[in-house]
């Protein structure tokens, strides 16, 4: 038999020329649709979709390449804002996938489509019918209950408009509802006739909203009188005289593929997809697609990637990753298509003018709710196939799935090798239920404390600015190295820039603020893709906090989402603060949280801050906050979540308050900091002429739409790529504390921020700066310079530079002009 499709034949001409049936319309008509036969009371006729992926075997690039187009057309038909605020609403089952591709081309809208499959635990947001159906019943179970609640434009995604009855029943349903002033119809082909356009005009007129229409392409079906009886009793003699697609007896290899589906990442629109589970999706799709090209035999040369029933994303977008593959991989040539398997009976014809020309039968294998009954394949036998790649959720991975007339037990007698690759169901966790507020205050906030806008962090802090707690750094560093006293009891006097320090500054900001933006990006999609759609950043202040303000800014000017973000303090040695752990459980659930902090020198926060959490949840502190650091910078390789590895300057890291809001560091001290309260910092409203905090913020944001590119490709390479952290750092400052005779792992600093802080507020020893090093150390030769400590190069140094706190100090070891000595 003749593969699936032939175009040299319409597929509807058998249908046409028994039943008189006439498509008239545009001239993609028949391109796009074929014509089909079903026993079904209300409609004989099928339109059968070329391009859906549902019926008929197509190039995968061509089906998400149609619903793509679709949603390029509503982004334009909206405008950037519009699109901004829209939700996207597909049908099961055959426009599951349709609908998520229209969503991928509007661009940040949220998916959501209806299910006929109801979820425990998962209250229904709406429902509707939809009459011509072999399954009527659709149900909305949003994971997020506000998902519909918006005023945005709603966009309905079907894969034909015919009557306009589906979509006149899920506006009623919904507008009831949620109302809103405006929705648009998106669909593969507008088949409706002249009245039934009137209807949908005057209901929208009705409901005082505005509807408007997006397809493809756009015609009419004429029927002749008594077609609907003329075409049940031709299917029911074709059924009588034609059985379905012999099985025999199986002789292909089945073999099942572990895709490592990303944890927590949805299967589908089922519950809500958001613009980030897509990009997280994508991140991890060139290696889910490397496993299954590994499945395929050597000489594979017509491949068909087979979804499943509302399941038809997943498996569409594994199909065109591994349709691309295929152009580059050993197996070139190798031709890839997609298609589902469904519910609805539709009668096969052997004949190339009919678009089913095969189908298998076999019993449902998901525990559906409306019970057992038979499951279809279509054009499937006869195709010309050499692998199936059979994608089933993990709900639908049953013994009814490997019975001997089960799916598997069907294809198998049809290609020579079937490939089984299950994705993990995803089911919502119940809703989070946060802890009883704590007696805590609510969160400082700019311009009262810091020079940031309110809503660019809320600081977890208490104000100690009329405190007196500086003292100079000799002394400090002597209490400190003699155990008499902790850093975080005090603080360092702040150091004033000279001009040609602050000339050096505006330099490396000109200079590295592309490279910043592009690493904010980078770390922010990575937060985004896989630790929440809704993240809560929280920045480890003082040096994290600038850092979490450009992400916050990032997720705003890409995505459109305003995160909430605070600053909170952490202490070495002492853990992070426990009440505010306490103030973000009672007003945030703790699996949004992310820590953000500047950078890694040899990830000694990076432990404190998990030991920190491992000892709140131990004393009966909430339970869910992940310890993983987001960072902009990781050349200590101490965390998976970073924007790049590379060490380079920050300019952030050249200066003290004045790039950080005006906040002193933290402070933690018994007679300062209660049982219940939040650990303390200064505000130093006095050095507002010198500061240079949002000037910083707004240089690296302006390079924001630059970017763009860059960060999505370097986003995707590191989702796809090993992020594991190595602990190289960590090896590398115990080897330079040995090899210099400090024998104390917190005297060395290393990387440019850590060194650039052992300048500004330690007493240094020496600076080691690696064979090379250009302008990325300009500003430390210069503090270098002036504090009269020794610079020297080192050919084999993992990072940029080391700073090396004195060693051994005492107030001796330094001069009378309070310079360091060498020893």
């Not at 209300?42 to 019926?55: I, M, P, Q, T, W």
């Not at 039968?361 to 050499?386: C, I, K, L, S, T």
């Not at 390479?717 to 330079?736: F, M």
Request: net charge negative; charged share 25%; hydrophobic share 45%.
């Amino acid at each position: 038999m003749n593969h699936a499709v032939n175009k040299a034949v319409w597929s509807g001409s058998w249908v046409a020329e028994r039943l008189g049936v006439e498509l008239v319309g545009d001239d993609e008509l028949a391109d796009l649709l074929g014509l089909a036969l079903r026993r079904n009371p209300k409609r004989a006729h099928l339109l059968v979709s070329n391009v859906l992926g549902k019926h008929v075997p197509q190039s995968p690039s061509v089906v998400y390449g149609h619903g793509f187009a679709l949603g390029r057309r509503v982004r334009d038909l909206l405008g950037t804002e519009e699109a901004g605020r829209a939700v996207v609403l597909g049908y099961a089952e055959t426009a599951t996938g349709l609908g998520h591709s229209v969503a991928d081309g509007l661009g940040l809208a949220p998916y959501l489509h209806s299910t006929r499959r109801p979820v425990l635990g998962v209250a229904p947001a709406g429902g509707f019918e939809e009459s011509h159906s072999h399954a009527t019943s659709h149900l909305l179970l949003p994971e997020d209950p506000a998902l519909l609640v918006g005023d945005g434009p709603l966009v309905l995604v079907d894969d034909e408009f015919s009557t306009g009855n589906t979509v006149l029943n899920t506006i009623r349903d919904l507008h009831e509802r949620y109302p809103r002033g405006r929705y648009v119809v998106v669909a593969l082909v507008d088949m409706r006739s002249a009245a039934d356009a009137g209807r949908l005009e005057g209901f929208a007129r009705e409901i005082g909203a505005r509807v408007d229409l997006v397809a493809a392409a756009s015609g009419t079906v004429r029927l002749p009188e008594g077609v609907l009886a003329k075409g049940q009793e031709l299917v029911a003699r074709h059924e009588a005289a034609a059985a379905p697609a012999a099985a025999g007896e199986p002789h292909g290899r089945v073999c099942r593929v572990d895709l490592c589906w990303p944890r927590g990442l949805p299967d589908g629109g089922r519950h809500g997809f958001t613009p980030q589970h897509r990009i997280r999706l994508e991140g991890a799709l060139p290696a889910m697609a490397a496993r299954l090209a590994e499945a395929l035999p050597a000489k594979a040369r017509r491949v068909l990637v087979l979804g499943f029933e509302e399941l038809m994303y997943a498996p569409l977008r594994l199909a065109r990753e591994l349709e691309q593959l295929a152009d580059t991989a050993d197996n070139v040539g190798a031709e890839v298509r997609y298609s589902t398997t469904t519910r609805s009976p539709v009668l096969a014809v052997d004949d190339p003018g009919y678009a089913i020309r095969s189908r298998l039968v076999f019993p449902a294998h998901d525990d559906p709710a409306d019970g057992p009954g038979e499951r279809y394949a279509y054009n499937v036998a006869g195709g010309g196939f050499d692998t199936v790649i059979a994608v089933v959720d993990s709900a639908a991975d049953t013994p009814e799935l490997h019975a001997p007339d089960g799916l598997l037990d069907r294809l198998a007698a049809h290609t020579p090798h079937v490939v089984l690759a299950v994705v993990p169901s995803y089911v919502p966790e119940p809703l989070y239920v946060p802890e009883r507020p704590a007696m805590l205050p609510e969160p400082l906030r700019g311009p009262a404390f810091s020079s940031y806008a309110p809503e660019e962090v809320g600081w977890l802090l208490q104000d100690l600015s009329d405190v007196t707690l500086e003292a100079p750094t000799e002394e400090r560093e002597e209490a400190i190295q003699s155990g008499g006293a902790h850093y975080a009891e005090s603080l360092p006097v702040e150091y004033q820039p000279s001009e040609r320090y602050q000339e050096l500054f505006q330099a490396a900001l000109e200079e590295s603020a592309a490279r910043l933006a592009l690493a904010v990006g980078a770390v922010t999609e990575l937060v985004l893709a896989e630790r929440s759609p809704r993240p809560v950043l929280v920045s480890l202040a003082r040096a994290g906090t600038p850092i979490g303000v450009l992400m916050r800014r990032w997720a705003q000017f890409r995505h459109g989402l305003d995160l909430p973000h605070y600053a909170v303090s952490i202490v070495r040695g002492r853990g992070i603060d426990a009440n505010a752990l306490r103030w973000l459980a009672a007003h945030h659930d703790p699996a949004d949280v992310v820590f953000v902090d500047g950078w890694t020198g040899k990830g000694a926060i990076t432990r404190e801050l998990a030991d920190a959490i491992k000892e709140f949840e131990a004393g009966g502190g909430a339970t869910g906050f992940d310890p993983e650091i987001a960072v902009l910078a990781d050349p200590g390789s101490c965390v998976r979540t970073y924007g790049t590895r590379e060490d380079f300057l920050i300019p952030s890291a050249c200066l003290n308050s004045t790039v950080s809001g005006l906040i002193s560091r933290t402070v933690l001290r018994a007679d300062l900091v209660g049982p219940n309260d939040f650990h303390g910092a200064k505000f130093y409203r006095e050095l507002a002429g010198a500061d240079v905090s949002v000037a910083f913020l707004d240089a690296v944001a302006a390079r924001f739409p630059e970017v763009v590119e860059a960060v999505d490709a370097q986003a995707k390479e590191l989702l796809s790529g090993d992020r594991a952290p190595t602990w190289e750092g960590w090896a590398a400052v115990e080897r330079i504390s040995e090899e210099y005779g400090i024998h104390d792992v917190n005297l060395v600093k290393p990387g440019v921020g850590e060194t650039t802080r052992v300048l500004l507020r330690r007493v240094p020893w020496k600076i080691l700066a690696r064979a090379g090093a250009g302008a990325d150390l300009d500003h430390v030769r210069l503090l270098a310079e002036q504090r009269g400590v020794p610079v020297e190069e080192v050919a084999e140094l993992p990072y940029t530079c080391v700073g090396l706190i004195h060693p051994k100090y005492t107030r001796g070891a330094t001069g009378a002009d309070g310079r360091a000595v060498t020893v």
